[in-house]
């Protein structure tokens, strides 16, 4: 509603927070919202047991903090990797840096994937628990958006294409007969961009 990335709609919410004390729920980095994002590892675990690796789309890191702390705590053997768009690589540089820090916020992916920074509740949860991040630049998420389109009908945004762009261009290549899951999530996609 207001702002062109995360952070602006973040501190719109914040001041509206402040203004009409309603209750502040953020978006990654609060315990309940990634004990409920962790609910996902346990869908996938009911729909397709014996997963070799659960690929993830990454932004503040409460979605892959979530299923990392799943699967470390009910299938340990399950490798979670995390997928960010290379003009918005907040786990990456959090995981260079070795701490939660300011990264771009750019690309195709950006109103949903974008935040300044990986959250301070997420970052040791995927440290422990994620074994590697990969990027995928915006001409692979496109494709890979047009591809969920074509083959499988389903209409998602940039942001939740980032697991299958990994796939199609090799970020992510998996061994035979690795079972592999991928995350698409998100809800941002406007009818028009079917169109482009």
Not at 7 to 28: E, K, Y
Request: without cysteine.
């Amino acid at each position: 509603m207001t702002g062109d990335r995360y952070a602006d709609a973040l501190a719109a919410a914040q001041a509206w927070v402040q203004s009409s004390g309603a209750m502040s729920v953020h978006a990654f980095d609060q315990r309940e919202t990634l004990l409920g994002q962790g609910t996902l590892g346990l869908e996938l675990t009911g729909q397709a047991d014996q997963l070799d690796t659960v690929l993830v789309p990454v932004g503040g890191g409460g979605l892959i903090g979530g299923i990392a702390a799943w699967f470390a705590g009910s299938d340990p053997k399950t490798r979670v990797i995390g997928v960010e768009p290379d003009g918005a690589p907040t786990l990456t540089r959090a995981r260079a840096e070795g701490r939660p820090a300011d990264a771009p916020a750019e690309g195709v992916a950006a109103d949903a994937l974008a935040p300044r920074r990986v959250g301070e509740l997420v970052f040791p949860i995927t440290q422990a628990h994620v074994e590697d991040v990969v990027l995928v630049g915006d001409a692979a998420i496109l494709a890979a958006q047009r591809a969920l389109w074509q083959a499988a009908r389903i209409a998602a945004e940039p942001a939740a294409s980032v697991g299958i762009a990994a796939l199609l261009t090799g970020a992510y290549k998996p061994a035979p007969g690795e079972r592999v899951a991928v995350v698409i999530s998100g809800a941002n996609m406007a009818p028009g961009q079917l169109e482009r």
